[in-house]
Structures are given as structure tokens and as C-alpha cells.
């Protein structure tokens, strides 16, 4: 007999007989009680150990003490320690089994002025945590604008630094004098109005990782002197193509034109620049007050005067 529709009446109906047989079996009662029991007191004790843990010494780490925050030589070594000191969370001990402790520990770092990034924070039983830590490096030297004549550093994000951090003596620290740059610097930690320190600041990146002239790089890294931006955006001389010029410590200038940052539009590829450098690098002892134009592909262009 067809019954049509199986909802309404019959389905209550089926569903109460199955839940009747169910009842009238007391093994399947007894094996479900057994099992939430089961999972009951494993998750009590798993639950104690954890709260036990977190007040165990065994379980706890002081980050004052991990040997990767040593590891970058040209940042005094007090740096770190007056800024986990007076830091209230990363001067204090904490435990492995602390909640949201990675976490934590990656945003207390990233607020630190002279912390670039903190690329992972992982843990590892019983006491260890692993971690990179990325420190801003300076770039440049900004010289002061108008008659303000003090320089300041920023690292390649256009962000200020306190020079008190960096430790200069390592030798490890290649820096470009920027001038050009319009309006006061900001406070340290902040990042310049002015995008030509930016614009700079990857102009000196590309230089300082000249890779394809490993033996000469640092070499001509120290012969470039200043970063001008003057006419960055073609803010002083709107019919003027060139952007950026390097000069050199002979006084020879080279028009660099864009920064790598702002796109190249029709100018050579950066590697192609620096391979220009490195012939004017070559020439630079030879020639006293040149001028060069690498802009453009296959083009070299060289004058006296």
C-alpha cells in the first residue's frame, strides 16, 4: 500500500521504534557511557597538565637569552637589551604552553623602531623558541633639508633610524649621502614625506647588492658619494628626463635616471645600469669630473665637463 508522503506521522513513528530498540539494549547504553567517559577524563587530564605546565620552570623561557638576537654585528649589543628591558612583556619569563605566545612575541618585536619584520616565531618543546628576526639596516644618509645641515638615516622604506642603534666600525655598513630630499625629517620610527627618500634608498639597494661584480662592488659602492634627487618626479625641472644622478668622489656624475622603485618605463633594466657602472667604475681613476647616462639600453653616453 502506498503511503505517499514519508514525512509527518510515520516518520515520528519510525524514528520513536528505533529509538525504543536502542533503549532496550543495555550493551550499546554501557559502550556509549564507557566512551564519553573516556573522552571526558582525557580531556581533564590533558587539561590539567597543560595548566600544570605553564607554572612549571621546566616549561619556561626568557627571550633575553636566545643567541639569535646576537647574530647581527653592526647593532650594539645594548640595543637589544634596552629594548627587551623596557619592553613589559618580552623581559618577563613566559611558558611554552602559554596561549597565543608565538603571537605575542611576533607583535611585541615588530613594535621595536630598529625591527624591520619578524618573519616566523615557532615554539619547541620543552623551553625553546625559534624565530627570525629582520633588523632595519641603513641605506642612506639623508642630508638635512634647507639650513639644516645634520644627516639622518633611513633604511630602504624611507623610515628613519636613531644612529644610535647601528654600530658603524664593523665596516659591514655601506652608506649613500642623499640630497635633494625636500622638507624636515620625521621622528625616528616614521617613514619621510618626501618618496625621493624611498626612491634613493632603492637606488642604494641595488648598488649595495651588486651581485654580478662581487669583487668591485664593494669597492664602487664606496666610490659612489651622493644620491641626488633633486629633480625626483621632475619636481625642479619639469623638461628634465633624468630623475636621479650618482656622483662619485672624483666628481664624476652619472645620470641614473628613475628609481627601480617607480618603474623604469623605457629606461634600461637595473642589471644593465649597474653593468654600466662597472665600466665607469674602471674609468672613474682615469676621468676626473665626467658625466655618464646610463638610462637607456645599448646607449652609453660619456662627456668631460
Not at 647574530?71 to 629594548?83: C, K, L, N, Q, T
Not at 633611513?154 to 659591514?172: H, I, N, P, Q
Not at 682615469?286 to 638610462?295: E, H, N, P, Q, V
Request: glycine letters at 8%; hydrophobic letters at 40%.
Amino acid at each position: 500500500m502506498h503511503r505517499g508522503n514519508s514525512s509527518g506521522p510515520w516518520r515520528l513513528s519510525g524514528a520513536f521504534h528505533r529509538a525504543t530498540e536502542f533503549v532496550c539494549q543495555p550493551q550499546k547504553i554501557i559502550l556509549v557511557a564507557l566512551l564519553l567517559a573516556t573522552v571526558g577524563f582525557g580531556f581533564y587530564t590533558v587539561r590539567r597538565i597543560w595548566n600544570h605546565g605553564k607554572y612549571t620552570v621546566a616549561f619556561q623561557f626568557n627571550l633575553t637569552q636566545l643567541p639569535s638576537l646576537r647574530g647581527h654585528r653592526w647593532i650594539h649589543p645594548e640595543v637589544f637589551a634596552a629594548a627587551f628591558d623596557s619592553d613589559p612583556y618580552l623581559s618577563q619569563s613566559h611558558s611554552i604552553f602559554e596561549s597565543d605566545v608565538t603571537r605575542h612575541i611576533s607583535e611585541a618585536l615588530t613594535a621595536i623602531p630598529w625591527v624591520e619584520r619578524v618573519p616566523y616565531v615557532r615554539k619547541s618543546m620543552p623551553n625553546r623558541i625559534e624565530l627570525d628576526l629582520v633588523p632595519r639596516e641603513p641605506l642612506v644618509r639623508v642630508r638635512g633639508y634647507g639650513t639644516n645641515f645634520d644627516s639622518y638615516l633611513a633604511d630602504r622604506a624611507g623610515v628613519r633610524l636613531d644612529k644610535s642603534f647601528y654600530d658603524f666600525s664593523t665596516g659591514e655598513l655601506i652608506l649613500f649621502e642623499v640630497i635633494g630630499v625636500t622638507g624636515p625629517p620625521p621622528p625616528i620610527g616614521q617613514r619621510w614625506a618626501d618618496d625621493a627618500v624611498r626612491g634613493a634608498a632603492a637606488v642604494a639597494n641595488a648598488l649595495k647588492g651588486w651581485s654580478q661584480y662581487e669583487k668591485t662592488a664593494r669597492i664602487y659602492g664606496n666610490e659612489i658619494y651622493v644620491i641626488d634627487v633633486s629633480n625626483y618626479r621632475r619636481r625642479r625641472n619639469p623638461q628634465e628626463t633624468n630623475e636621479i644622478t650618482l656622483i662619485t668622489r672624483h666628481g664624476n656624475r652619472v645620470r641614473w635616471g628613475r628609481a627601480p622603485s617607480e618603474g623604469l618605463a623605457l629606461e634600461s633594466p637595473v642589471a644593465e645600469k649597474l653593468a654600466w657602472l662597472y665600466r665607469i667604475y674602471r674609468l672613474d681613476n682615469a676621468r676626473k669630473r665626467s658625466r655618464y647616462d646610463i638610462r637607456y639600453s645599448g646607449r652609453f653616453a660619456a662627456a668631460r665637463g
